[in-house]
């Protein structure tokens, strides 16, 4: 099954398109970024047809299974500060993708997620060695695809990569003594999430012949706007609707993963905090040791309402000013506008 064009429009990913192309001189621009979204599913569409029979299925089910596909957009969107959507834009915007979702593979797997953009986890399908290896086999096809366009991007692929993998190395070693353990979680989603989405908003300046003194400002972008991404992915990963999800309510916490609301819960010293805290605490010490992970739904339901989850969204929007702030050196136009917008938008959806 490979998506239809419709698919891999902008509507309905984060509910950017009104938001981000907004006004009159944006509607080109919308259309421009759509037509090169396209050009990159087709081209991950052929890149995920994988001829050895038992990687295809595997390598090819959480593309199928929908996503967001921000990387690419953003490439797309910088790519227009120089020469446009070039062949070497498109292939760069694939290789980040596809690093993206071999990411998801490791991920799911290490936190043990059911379920992933609404459908069950390959892990879940395929048990965690195919799952691990179909998402190393995506990584070596991501730096195929770089290596077409010569040192600059093998250079760019590796170094973003190293950065994914200290991330989460980081993320699952945990903080250690005498850590601020907020600063270091924000570090290790700078690693995790904002390196690739600086990444994508480089590559799209570099590989479309694009102002050099323009690489430095997007990277800071595109680091800042991912950090407040992942804020927001906190905060929506407590929400009571899996339909938004696509995954079980509070999936990270149940497996121990500590995200933004818990950690600034842990610096409350109120009562109230201290009992939900240990609570919590208890309730993924039981999960671990078999229980139903159904005991921490009240719980999470009491973190989803309290004042660190709140909390957590202001941070966002202090992620998100920044990374607008990091735009100072782009000159005006609908460009600047579009990324304007996503920085507000990818800290301001619905939680």
Known sequence: MTPSASDSRIAG??????????????????????????????????????????ADAPSRYLYEAGGKRVRPMLALLTSQLGDGATDAVIQAATALELTHLGSLYHD?????????????????????????LTGDLLFSRASQIMARNGEKA??????????????QMHETVGAQPGDDR???????????????IAAAAQSGILFSNGPEELEQPLVVFGEKAGV??????DVIDLSAD?????????????????????????????????????????????IADGADIAILDEPLALLREHAATEETLDLAHAWSREAIDAL?????????????RFAQAVADRSS
């Open 108 to 132: 799911d797997v290490m936190d043990a997620a059911d379920k992933r953009r609404g459908v069950p986890s390959a892990h879940a399908v395929w048990g965690n060695n195919v799952a691990i």
């Open 13 to 54: 990913k984060l509910g950017l398109t009104d938001r981000i192309f907004a006004g009159p001189r944006s509607r080109r621009l919308m259309s421009t970024v759509e037509k090169g979204l396209q050009r990159v599913d087709e081209t991950l569409a052929a890149e995920l047809r994988i001829t050895d029979a038992i």
């Open 182 to 196: 907020v600063a270091f979680y924000l570090q290790v989603l700078s690693d995790k999430t904002g390196s690739l």
């Open 328 to 340: 100072a050196p782009v000159p005006d136009g609908p460009v600047r506008e579009a990324l304007t």
């Open 228 to 233: 407040a991404f992942q804020l927001l992915d």
């Open 154 to 167: 093998i250079q760019l692929q590796a170094d973003t990569f190293e950065r994914l993998v200290l991330g």
């Open 242 to 286: 899996p339909a938004e999800t696509g995954k079980v309510p509070g999936t990270d916490l149940r497996a121990g993963v500590p995200t933004m609301p818990y950690l600034l819960l842990r610096e409350k010293t109120d009562a109230a905090s201290v009992a939900l805290r240990e609570t919590i605490d208890e309730g993924v010490d039981r």
